[in-house]
């Protein structure tokens, strides 16, 4: 289907919510039914108003967790103290309305065209928009090698923990828990550092295109760690979501 | 809370991708992967990688290298005002095909 994912009027159109699934004690994911909606690119996002009976009206931004051709779903952690996100994760229910705008990103998108060995690296919400490409490369049939590095506090702050085995050959799944592991644990402790990227990165000898995203702090950390390593800034994509 | 040379507080600092959205309202267009070259250093980076700050109902835009201020939009009234006096430059690559 050809559609003009980026180039047409952002408008905000009211999307029906068919579903909501929990996928922490503070993340959920909506699922969406815009009236009009064009299709989107892996890693983009959209935005959600919130509109009060005063008028006061609050918007956010969310990756899009679906890859193309999903149904349309939104994966969103409550934040102490936000303003939109508690709505979304503890009140929202399905059959109710959300108004949204989208898709919107041209920058931290990734499409299967792309051939570079993909290297993803997630701070726990930051995985969502990679999902979504990991999703879109599955989907799609890509063989292009492909590895997840996430980091998430502790086991249970895991999004997607039942998905991340099951996106298909020539992808790995490395996750590392931050403040506390489980009896047992056979992945990586505590947070991405230069020793865990230098051990976990595609070399920079590999062409391997990167994608970061997490709050503010880990982003940057890594980015520079990646830099270390010898990738060239131009092969660091990044979404930085503000402080934790 | 640390705070930068810039006065804003780090840890409230996200990138030009936040601003997507704002963006497309004020040029008509996808901008984050617009190549923006700073006036005071010359920097030149995409959009999505530059620094933004979000402070009702403005948005600063910052320069990742010097720090200057970019891009200035503040939203009243229903009209967005937009200052973009400190960037040297602002363009979108000729290979660009967004469209499907």
Redesign the interface.
């Known amino acids: 289907m050809e559609t003009t994912a980026v180039r047409r009027r952002l408008t905000w159109q009211a999307a029906a919510v068919t579903s909501i699934a929990r996928e922490t004690a503070s993340v959920v994911t909506i699922e969406l039914e815009p009236p009009d909606w064009p299709g989107h690119l892996a890693g983009q996002h959209l935005d959600v108003r919130l509109t009060a009976e005063d008028g006061y009206t609050a918007e956010r931004s969310y990756s899009i967790a679906s890859a193309p051709g999903e149904p349309l779903a939104v994966t969103v952690e409550r934040l102490e103290n936000g303003e939109v996100s508690p709505y979304l994760t503890d009140e929202l229910q399905a059959g109710d309305q959300l108004e949204l705008r989208g898709p919107i990103g041209g920058y931290f998108v990734w499409e299967p065209t792309d051939d570079s060995p993909l290297m993803l690296i997630a701070g726990g919400s930051g995985v969502v928009p990679l999902h979504s490409m990991l999703r879109h490369r599955l989907r799609t049939g890509s063989d292009v090698p492909a590895r997840l590095l996430y980091s998430s506090r502790t086991l249970p702050d895991v999004i997607y923990r039942s998905e991340l085995g099951h996106y298909g050959d020539g992808v790995q799944v490395i996750c590392t828990l931050t403040r506390s592991q489980p009896p047992g644990w056979t992945g990586y402790s505590g947070r991405v550092n230069a020793a865990m990227l230098a051990q976990t990165a595609w070399p920079a000898g590999q062409h391997p295109l990167a994608f970061v995203c997490g709050p503010t702090s880990f982003v940057e950390a890594v980015a520079e760690n990646l830099i270390g390593l010898g990738y060239p800034p131009e092969w660091i994509k990044t979404e930085r979501f503000g402080g934790t | 809370?640390s705070r930068g040379t810039t006065g804003e507080?780090?840890?409230?600092?996200?990138?030009?991708?936040?601003i997507?959205?704002l963006l497309?309202?004020v040029f008509g267009?996808?901008m984050?992967?617009a190549s923006s070259t700073c006036d005071t250093c010359g920097a030149t980076r995409?959009?999505?990688?530059l620094v933004v700050y979000r402070r009702a109902p403005g948005t600063v835009v910052r320069c990742r290298t010097c720090g200057s201020v970019l891009m200035v939009f503040v939203k009243a009234q229903g009209v967005t005002c937009v200052d973009v006096a400190g960037l040297a430059s602002l363009g979108m690559p000729d290979d660009?095909t967004?469209?499907?």
């Open positions: 809370m507080a780090l840890m409230d600092a996200v990138d030009g991708n936040a997507g959205g497309i309202d267009t996808e984050t992967v995409p959009v999505a990688e660009l967004l469209n499907r």
